[in-house]
Nanobody, 128 residues
Framework: QVQLEESGGGLVQAGDSLRLSCAPS????????MGWFRQPPGKEREFVAA????????VYADSVKGRFTISRDNTKNTVYLQMSSLKPEDTAVYYC?????????????????????WGQGTQVTVSS
């Protein structure tokens, strides 16, 4: 089974930008959808953004809309999360995830249960 590897996390100041990368280990990254989630300290994992592989439609959580952009580079077999205007409340472990099927019941794949494949996560810390 494909494994995902995130990179690009780090410590930044409020207002800075950061780009996270997600690449599979050993296989081509093709799926129904790729998603980014995050888990703030002491909180549950939450949806950030998702990209549908066919058509490249994207959806974002309201909290990051206009600041974060999900994209892919097929030549590099990588999915990115470009984060701008970062805020201290963006501090979290960020995970990428993949699914080869539509969510049960339809709709956007914006729940952790929609994704069977996960990376190990990368820490993003935003200081005020």
């Amino acid at each position: 089974q494909v494994q995902l590897e995130e990179s690009g996390g780090g410590l930044v100041q409020a207002g800075d930008s950061l780009r996270l990368s997600c690449a599979p280990s050993g296989r081509t990254l093709e799926s129904y959808a790729m998603g980014w989630f995050r888990q703030p300290p002491g909180k549950e994992r939450e949806f950030v953004a998702a990209l549908l592989w066919v058509g490249s439609s994207m959806v974002y959580a309201d909290s990051v809309k206009g600041r974060f952009t999900i994209s892919r580079d097929n030549t590099k077999n990588t999915v990115y999360l470009q984060m701008s205007s970062l805020k201290p409340e963006d501090t979290a472990v960020y995970y990428c995830a993949a699914t080869h099927r539509r969510p049960v019941g339809g709709g956007w794949p914006d729940s952790p249960r929609d994704y069977p494949i996960w990376g190990q996560g990368t820490q993003v810390t935003v200081s005020s």
